[in-house]
């Protein structure tokens, strides 16, 4: 049994202990934030693949147990024409679902599930620097206090303590190209949309979403190009300010979106798009990042949630079936990677380019891979995310 020092107690931080904790270890979550209390109410999508990962460690019915399920995604143009209807992820299967939930439900539902399983987890404790030895790993929080363990796992996010403590002249966080509002509206009419359905709309300025949730309120996002939101922008503009800024790109089109928006009152934030460009180094001897703080994509295809429990999962898998620790983090770098790289890129790219104006032949076009996910998990992702399935060996284990 390993003595692991988890660093965040966010989506990672938590999962990664249920994960261990399954696999015999001994994690211990330091958070820095005093309370259980989340930043800000953007709500997320969790996509069958993240939910599959869930299972594997005993916590899928506890997050099925909020939000609401995503089966199906409509597709428009500007002209409010649907271009697509389509499934989405295992629809067939309940507990691989795609849901939508606010960000607070999920870490509120994962640190209770942590609690239940008497994994400990410390609030208030803001890791400040890492010390490393041969046989063991140390961390030193804000308050003067120490913990010391086999493996230190970083999963303190996108501004990661520890990716600077393990690579100081890495590359840090980039704006990606857009901003991002997030709003839930219950002013609007709720729009007609089919039950359990992601609506995704090819504005001629803005890529639009919106879900009706079963409550009947409009939960949407609107990502916009341009230059991103500075800290004094932040601090000076109100939500109804961001409001009429935004509504003004989606009226010209024929969709619900302009009406949505215009029907939110105060419950509506923007953030900017950010990632972290690939090539990061994500371990040491006995210190591993994953999350955000190895490979944080921007939002557009709306799956760092789910590559952060992927990753929980495989590196306890990692730690359960390698020999040694060495070749258990070699191993879990070696299945994450990739996957996750790639998810960086896809988001960058869809982030990047404009939304189309409307040329029919734009138009008629099938949905491009935001709107259509790798939504159902191929054969090889079924068998990494599954508990009982041995993790595959990397080729230079031998
Ligand atoms: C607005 C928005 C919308 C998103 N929508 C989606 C979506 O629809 N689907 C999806 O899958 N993903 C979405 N994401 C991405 C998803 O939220 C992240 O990928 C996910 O939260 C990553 O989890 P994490 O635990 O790695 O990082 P975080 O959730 O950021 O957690 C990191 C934790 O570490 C703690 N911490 C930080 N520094 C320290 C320190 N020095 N010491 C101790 N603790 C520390 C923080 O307080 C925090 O609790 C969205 C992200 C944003 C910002």
């Known amino acids: 049994m390993a003595r692991v020092v988890v660093i965040g107690g966010g989506i990672a931080g938590t999962a990664a202990a249920l994960a261990l904790h ?13 309370d259980t209390g989340e930043d800000i109410g953007a709500f997320m999508t969790l996509a069958s693949n993240g939910m599959r990962a869930l299972a594997g460690f005993d916590a899928a019915r506890a997050v099925a147990g909020v939000g609401f399920e995503v089966t199906g995604m409509s597709v428009l143009d500007a002209t409010g024409v649907e271009l697509a209807a389509v499934p989405l992820g295992e629809s067939d299967r309940p507990l691989a679902r795609y849901r939508c939930l606010r960000r607070a ?21 803001r890791l400040t620097s ?12 804000a308050d003067g206090s120490t913990a010391t363990g086999d493996l230190l796992v970083g999963a303190d996010g996108l501004h990661s303590t ?10 840090g966080p980039e704006y990606a190209g857009q901003r991002v509002f997030y709003g839930y509206s219950t002013a609007a009419p709720p729009p007609a949309s089919g039950p359990d359905l992601i609506t995704m709309v090819r504005g001629s300025e803005v890529a639009f979403g919106y879900l009706v949730s079963p409550a009947g309120q409009t939960f949407w996002f609107a990502r916009v190009p341009g230059p991103p939101v500075d800290a004094d922008d932040r601090a000076r503009t109100t939500p109804a300010q961001w409001r009429d800024r935004l509504e003004p790109l989606l009226r010209p089109d024929r969709t619900p979106c302009a009406d949505i928006v215009a ?4 419950d509506l934030l923007v953030t900017n798009a950010l990632h972290l460009p690939s090539g990061t180094r994500w371990r040491s001897r006995r210190v591993v990042l994953i999350g955000d703080a190895a490979h944080a994509a921007s939002p557009a295809t709306g799956q760092g949630a789910s590559m952060a429990l992927e990753d929980a999962l495989v590196l306890a898998k990692a730690l359960r079936d390698a020999p040694t620790l060495d070749t258990a983090l070699a191993r879990y770098e070696h299945h994450r990677r990739p996957r996750t790289e790639q998810n960086i890129a896809t988001s960058a790219r869809l982030t990047a380019s404009r939304p189309p104006t409307g040329s029919r032949s734009q138009d008629a076009a099938p949905p491009r891979d935001s709107e259509r996910p790798a939504n159902q998990p191929d054969e090889q992702l079924v068998r990494l995310l599954d508990w009982d399935t041995p993790l595959p060996e990397a080729a230079h284990d031998a």
């Open 162 to 171: 520890v990716r600077t403590w393990l690579d100081p002249s890495g590359p």
């Open 130 to 141: 890492v010390t490393e030895t041969d046989s063991a790993v140390t961390a030193h929080f």
């Open 263 to 266: 029907g939110t009152g105060d």
């Open 105 to 125: 439900e999920l870490g509120a539902v994962l640190q209770t599930e942590v609690d239940r399983r008497g994994i400990a987890l410390r609030h208030a404790a």
């Open 22 to 34: 399954k696999a015999g270890h001994q994690p211990v979550v330091h958070e820095a934030h005093p």
